[in-house]
């Protein structure tokens, strides 16, 4: 009788021995993946990294971003390579893997000190934004004006000159008519041009304001990702 239960248990413990090597194959195969992963990642890195230029607000903010929006790759390359934590490694594999989970806590501060340093961009960004565009609307009106004084001064022949020169003529029309209609053109261009430089303002703010507030986000998100890896990595830390 037990000759015959031991029997019936053999080719399930079999099925059982044959899965969990299996597994360890399939186990090898993503801890590869994910060293993979994390060198495209420095590859990455790398390239976004050179040429630097510190202490530009632009390509400070657009780094930022670029590092927040690839963060999935390492994030799931860690984990792949810490899978299945001490079980079927190679020796040499634990320095790398003591490493790697120190880089984690290092990649946690980074990303806290990224979010003020993205908020400060976001400032800079927003004010020499607002000086552009106002310089270039002051710039416009700024000639507008000057327009408008030489024609306020200007002579019957001298308005028919100035619309010759628009391809235009004066024909049967009263010269003080043509210049009372253009200038009244020019006070409505400048109108024009001071709701168009507010509009363009408020859409660059905004997409502004959009981009700092996901990327942001997404530094926050990161670095508590990186510390939750942090600490489930203990074992990798003190492994002997």
Same mark, same amino acid.
């Given at each position: ?12 413990? /079999? ?15 993503? $801890? ?19 040429? =630097?230029?510190?202490? /530009? =607000? &632009? ?13 999935? &790759? =390492? ?5 792949? *390579? ?36 993205? &908020?400060? #961009? ?5 004010? @020499?934004?607002?000086?552009?565009? /106002? ?11 000057? *327009? ?11 308005? #028919? ?12 029309? #009263? =010269?003080?008519? !043509? ?9 409505? @261009?400048?109108?024009?041009v001071q709701i168009q430089a507010q509009? /363009?303002?408020?859409?660059? $703010? ?6 700092? &507030?996901?990327?942001?986000?997404? @530094?926050? !998100? ?14 990798? $830390?003190?492994?002997?």
């Amino acid at each position: 009788m037990t000759k015959s239960i031991s029997d019936k248990f053999i080719p399930v413990l /079999n099925e059982l021995q044959d899965f969990a090597y299996k597994q360890a194959d399939s186990m090898n195969i993503l $801890r590869v993946l994910g060293y993979g992963l994390l060198l495209l990642a420095l590859f990455d890195i790398i390239e976004m990294f050179i040429p =630097p230029s510190f202490m /530009n =607000p &632009v390509w400070e903010f657009q780094t930022f971003g670029t590092l927040v929006e690839r963060v999935p &790759v =390492p994030l799931i390359g860690l984990v792949l *390579v810490f899978f299945g934590e001490t079980y079927s490694r190679n020796k040499w594999e634990f320095r790398i893997l003591r490493f790697l989970s120190w880089l984690t806590l290092l990649f946690t501060v980074c990303f806290f000190l990224m979010v003020p340093l993205g &908020v400060i #961009n976001t400032v800079r960004l927003n004010n @020499a934004s607002t000086t552009q565009i /106002n310089a270039v609307s002051q710039q416009q009106i700024a000639q507008a004006e000057q *327009v408008e004084k030489q024609l306020s001064q200007a002579s019957p022949e001298q308005i #028919n000159n100035f619309l010759k020169s628009q391809g235009r003529s004066l024909k049967s029309q #009263n =010269p003080e008519e !043509v210049k009372s209609k253009i200038l009244s053109e020019l006070s409505k @261009a400048k109108e024009q041009v001071q709701i168009q430089a507010q509009a /363009n303002l408020s859409s660059q $703010r905004m997409k502004l304001i959009k981009s700092s &507030v996901k990327w942001n986000l997404g @530094a926050l !998100v990161s670095a508590a990702l990186f510390i939750s890896l942090w600490k489930a990595t203990h074992w990798a $830390r003190v492994y002997k």
